[in-house]
């Protein structure tokens, strides 16, 4: 079976643009979360969906958004870009509890 | 604010070496702790612990949760270079919709 995969691997931004990370949960896992992990640190929540419905929020400002699609995937969208959102943004999706980890999009923002 | 804290940041150990890896937490609505390794970029499980003092055991390496003193440790026997990553814990909420991470103990392993 395939994991969870995100899109794209590698993104290049400039400072006030916005973009969108793709992903793609493990076949039947309804859940998805985003974290953001910047260099040296963990991973720090952003949302998690379960059946197209926000069910939790990290501490994350309104220029983060995201959204799960009918068939589970998921998108993560930042907006005006700054050059703290340079980070590895992970995917996670599960069926109950244990989170299975996509390898992530890393995002540089110049 | 859930916090979790890991020590030590960093260590150095060579081949055969058995290690400790320490995680406290602060968290208001504990329900689990879970152990990670992340070698390059996607985490990988490793254990989730619930119960204190019931030892969770893969291979050479095992974790415990002490949950009245609000610690787990896990051990890694007879190192291999192999086991050289990140080891990130983390907690999860009550409501299951959420992990707090710990900022990652980085373990390299010489031959």
């Known amino acids: 079976d395939a994991g969870v995969t995100q899109s794209p691997t590698h993104l290049i931004k400039t400072r006030g643009q916005q973009v969108t990370l793709r992903c793609s949960p493990i076949?039947?896992?309804?859940?998805v979360s985003w974290y953001q992990q910047v260099l040296g640190q963990g991973p720090q929540f952003i949302f998690q969906?379960?059946?197209?419905?926000?069910?939790g929020r990290g501490n994350f400002p309104d220029r983060f958004s995201a959204r799960q699609f009918p068939n589970y995937s998921s998108e993560l969208n930042v907006n005006a870009l700054l050059l703290g959102d340079s980070a590895l943004y992970l995917c996670?999706?599960?069926?109950?509890?244990?989170?299975?980890f996509g390898p992530g999009t890393r995002l540089t923002v110049t | 604010e859930d916090k979790v804290v890991q020590s030590p940041l960093s260590l150095v150990v060579h081949e055969g070496d058995t290690v400790t890896l320490n995680c406290s937490y602060e968290v208001t609505n504990f329900r689990s702790l879970l152990w990670y390794k992340q070698e390059k970029k996607a985490p990988t499980f490793l254990f989730m612990l619930t119960s204190s003092g019931i030892e969770k055991k893969s291979g050479r390496l095992s974790s415990i949760l002490d949950k009245k003193e609000l610690f787990s440790i896990l051990n890694i026997t007879a190192t291999q270079t192999g086991d050289s990553a990140v080891y990130l814990c983390?907690?999860?909420?009550?409501?299951?919709?959420?992990?707090?991470f710990g900022g990652g103990t980085r373990l390299m392993v010489k031959p």
């Open positions: 076949s039947g896992h309804k859940s």
């Open positions: 983390a907690v999860e909420n009550n409501a299951g919709n959420m992990l707090t």
């Open positions: 996670a999706s599960s069926v109950l509890r244990e989170q299975y």
């Open positions: 969906y379960y059946e197209k419905e926000e069910r």
